[in-house]
């Protein structure tokens, strides 16, 4: 089967600026996952989704980061505007069922935000 | 809220030895579930290990089996007959088990793997 699909790979950006991260996760997993990744940390979950609805996004600085996910499939991550502590790795995973088997990540998107 | 410590920033193995990372966690719960993720440079998460915490028997999985002490809270990994591409980070994991609704997974810091030819 397919993987889990994340774009793009890097991303150079300034502060204050805005940018948008794609994931499209494995076809039939209805729970889909961003986690954000700072440098020599574990991943944090920012917002998890239950097909298209979201069931936890405590974590989510919804000041400045926002997230979708159309039709319960394909899903975006923005940040606007960005700063400079939003530089990290944003992971994508997605799960068929409530992820109690673990998860299926994508290879990530690495952000700077300079 | 549940908590994953890997005391270990950094292990380093020579190729064909076995190695053993480290992970505690502390909760309240009686039943959970517990991961090991490795993360290569290409930073994609690979699950490697799963324990579910009502089962007395340690998890293995060819080279890679657990260490699982419930009552220590402790969860290590050990990697028998070490090999190149073994060389990642290991992210030690806890999700709670499932009680009518979602449980997120809390990973530790991770260990950086090392393996010396």
């Known amino acids: 089967e397919a993987g889990v699909a994340q774009s793009p790979r890097y991303k150079i950006i300034e502060k204050r600026q805005s940018v948008a991260f794609w994931c499209n996760p494995i076809?039939?997993?209805?729970?889909l996952y961003w986690y954000q990744q700072i440098l020599g940390q574990g991943p944090k979950l920012l917002i998890q989704?239950?097909?298209?609805?979201?069931?936890?996004d405590s974590q989510l600085p919804k000041d400045r980061f926002s997230a979708e996910r159309l039709k319960g499939v394909d899903s975006t991550l923005k940040i606007q505007p960005a700063k400079l502590e939003d530089s990290a790795v944003y992971l994508c995973?997605?799960?068929?069922?409530?992820?109690?088997?673990?998860?299926?990540f994508g290879s990530g998107t690495r952000l700077t935000v300079v | 809220a549940q908590t994953v410590t890997q005391s270990q920033p950094e292990m380093s193995v020579q190729e064909a030895e076995t190695v053993t990372l480290s992970c505690t966690y502390d909760?309240?719960?009686?039943?959970?579930?517990l991961f090991w993720y490795k993360q290569p440079p290409s930073r994609q998460m690979i699950l490697v290990i799963r324990?579910?915490?009502?089962?007395?028997q340690n998890a293995t999985e060819n080279r890679f089996s657990v260490n699982f002490q419930k009552a220590a809270k402790s969860f290590s990994l050990k990697i028998s007959d070490s090999q190149l591409g073994d060389a990642a980070m290991y992210f030690c994991a806890y999700r709670r088990l499932n009680s009518g609704g979602y449980q997120k997974v809390t990973f530790g810091t991770g260990t950086k793997l090392q393996v010396i030819p």
């Open positions: 995973a997605s799960s068929p069922g409530q992820g109690r088997y673990g998860y299926t």
């Open positions: 989704f239950q097909n298209n609805g979201v069931v936890d």
């Open positions: 909760t309240s719960e009686s039943d959970y579930y």
């Open positions: 076809s039939g997993h209805a729970t």
């Open positions: 324990q579910e915490a009502y089962k007395q």
